[in-house]
């Protein structure tokens, strides 16, 4: 969590200032955390140089407005978006974080585990802290080493010997026309553009630029000025760059055609299933290839990803009777003594970017089994882990709340699924799923969704039912009702309900039940009215005999896709009571987009 900039810059007389090129990128790293931001910027005052350091809470645009970035130009500057977890939200905790004379400037993502010890250590030798963060302690261990006289870059280089955890650290100093930037498990990136050198957490902080970029790899530092870029390791043998080029669109923020990113992303998906399915046809075809040739194959993931890893254990079993399992990324442990060198695991993730995930990656690596992934960030650090990556090639997803890609995962798990029995139709099936239900994405079936959104927005429980593949649907469902809805809501299988939670059925309880139209349908149909004879209200998404129910909502011929048409119909329920509740639907409280701690 967390996202870091840095950037030199080019030519002086360029009108863009470093301070504007800086919130820019902060802009668009925003999704990685949002509670405060700020920018550190080394500027040329009456002959001397010195560190402008502007920080506060809140949204980045509105901090970026509020203290004025696009006015502050300097030679170089450090950036950073917050996303708390040492310190409470607050502007003190907030970076760029300075050494007790004010002489450094520096910003990290990602977690300092021994900085109790080290924090210790500094306050005897009577450094002062203004945070409560672990991060602080950078600036002073920096400083301490500079007392002895070191110069900068081996102050920066001992204080960095002496961290344990996850980071990625920049660091400026008050008379030195350098960034210093440093990578353990949190990611880090150099570009270079005509605007300048950039240090950055991911690309999308220089959109809109033709990019020579090069990811950097743990234990490496790197110092960049406005011309040079130079690469070391730990104990300072030069590294080499390898160098690739990106053109990376502008996404166009300004240009969104919905009130909310979360409903445009909603929206987006009557194009980007397709989208995903027809780039995919090869890469599905070498996924399906390795299964065969795997003794087992394991799905992980965490939140959505691992309610889509549990689809996937499904699906694969029915489909095409391959017994495929699942594992929750932070539960991967538990999964170790039964691995070995001839099993698959097969990681999904959004952004490429989840520590939890990456450290089960890594554990099944060790061990030798084979790792692909399905990701939607380009470049990220889960597709340069695993061997092969299914690209989802669906956009940036921006809203915190994972839809978009979440139905175009299920779709590449039906694709392969599908081509592990020689299915060729399944292409045409799922396009014509689509687009036999267009509707759900016009305004009118809004405005419906919209109208249950008021009928049920002040009940305090809401109940999701299934079976089969519709049972990691209604937990996918439950978490989108959490997340965007901020309401108590349960998904499982609906011979559950009777063995414990309908206590909880007050008279009106919504309970959705999400059918599968087939022979399933007949035991979510009397768990639905069984709970409806203690008072429940039911929502009932494609029965096919729907008389007894209380809210009908119909689609038409799905070719065996309900799951994803029930999905995108309680995300857009999700969006509408969320909007009723006058909540934040697109930066949801307490959670961030891309969860890069363990
Ligand atoms: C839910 C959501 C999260 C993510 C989870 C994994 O809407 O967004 O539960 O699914 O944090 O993230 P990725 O997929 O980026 O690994």
Request: charged fraction near 25%; aromatic fraction near 8%.
């Amino acid at each position: 969590m967390c996202g870091i900039i840095g950037y030199t810059k080019k030519n002086s007389e360029d009108k863009l200032t470093t301070g504007k090129i800086l919130s820019d990128g902060l802009k668009n790293l925003e999704y990685r955390g949002y509670d405060s931001c700020g920018i550190a910027v080394l500027k040329k005052t009456n002959n001397n140089n010195d560190i402008v350091l502007k920080k506060g809470v809140g949204k980045v645009r509105e901090v970026c407005e509020k203290l004025d970035f696009n006015y502050i130009d300097g030679v170089l500057g450090i950036g950073h978006t917050r996303w708390a977890t040492h310190g409470k939200v607050d502007k003190t905790n907030s970076h760029p974080h300075l050494d007790c004379i004010k002489n450094i400037a520096i910003v990290h993502n990602g977690i300092i585990e021994n900085f109790q010890k080290l924090k210790e250590n500094l306050v005897n030798l009577g450094h002062k802290f203004s945070s409560e963060t672990d991060s602080e302690i950078i600036a002073h261990l920096i400083e301490e080493h500079l007392k002895k006289g070191k110069s900068f870059k081996e102050s920066f280089r001992l204080a960095i010997q002496e961290l344990n955890g996850r980071y990625a650290i920049l660091a400026i100093k008050k008379d030195e026309k350098i960034i210093l930037g440093a990578k353990f498990g949190s990611p880090l990136i150099v570009a270079s553009n005509e605007a300048g050198n950039f240090l950055i957490s991911d690309l999308s902080a220089v959109e809109n630029y033709s990019n020579k970029i090069a990811h950097l790899q743990d234990g490496q530092l790197i110092e960049i000025n406005d011309l040079t870029i130079e690469v070391t390791d730990l104990q300072k043998n030069k590294v080499d760059i390898i160098w690739s080029f990106r053109n990376i669109q502008k996404n166009e923020e300004n240009n969104l055609k919905f009130k909310h990113q979360l409903l445009q992303e909603i929206n987006e998906q009557e194009y980007t299933i397709i989208k995903t399915i027809e780039s995919n046809v090869k890469q599905s075809r070498e996924f399906a290839e390795q299964i065969i040739k795997s003794r087992q194959v394991i799905f992980i993931g965490c939140g959505s990803a691992a309610n889509v890893s549990f689809l996937a254990s499904v699906l694969f079993t029915k489909i095409a009777k391959i017994n495929a399992s699942y594992c929750i990324a932070s539960e991967f442990e538990s999964k170790l003594p039964v691995l070995n060198e001839k099993d698959l695991i097969i990681a999904i993730s959004q952004s490429g970017e989840t520590a939890d995930t990456m450290e089960a990656i890594d554990s099944a690596k060790k061990i030798g089994c084979k790792t692909y992934s399905i990701v939607n960030t380009e470049e990220s650090s889960i597709t340069r882990k695993t061997e092969k990556t299914i690209l989802l090639r669906i956009g940036p997803e921006k809203a915190v709340c994972s839809t978009k890609a979440v139905t175009a995962q299920i779709a590449i798990i039906y694709q392969i699924a599908n081509y592990l029995i020689d299915n060729e139709e399944f292409n045409e099936q799922i396009q014509n799923a689509i687009k036999n239900n267009s509707f759900i994405f016009q305004p009118d079936f809004s405005q419906t969704i919209s109208m249950l959104a008021k009928k049920i927005v002040d009940k305090k429980n809401i109940f999701i039912i299934g079976t089969a593949e519709q049972m990691p649907i209604a937990l996918e469902c439950a978490l989108k009702l959490q997340e965007v809805a901020v309401v108590d809501a349960f998904g499982f299988a609906s011979g559950e309900l009777k063995h414990g939670p309908l206590a909880l059925i007050e008279k009106n309880t919504p309970i959705i039940a999400l059918f599968n139209n087939d022979d399933t349908d007949k035991f979510v149909q009397s768990n639905a009215i069984e709970a409806k004879t203690r008072g429940a209200y039911i929502i009932a998404i494609n029965a096919k005999d729907d008389s007894e129910f209380d809210f009908k909502i119909k689609f038409n011929q799905a070719f065996g896709f309900n799951t994803i048409l029930n999905l995108i119909i309680i995300q857009l329920l999700s969006y509408h009571i969320g909007v009723e509740k006058k909540l934040d639907v697109d930066l949801i409280r307490n959670l961030a987009k891309s969860v890069t701690v363990k």
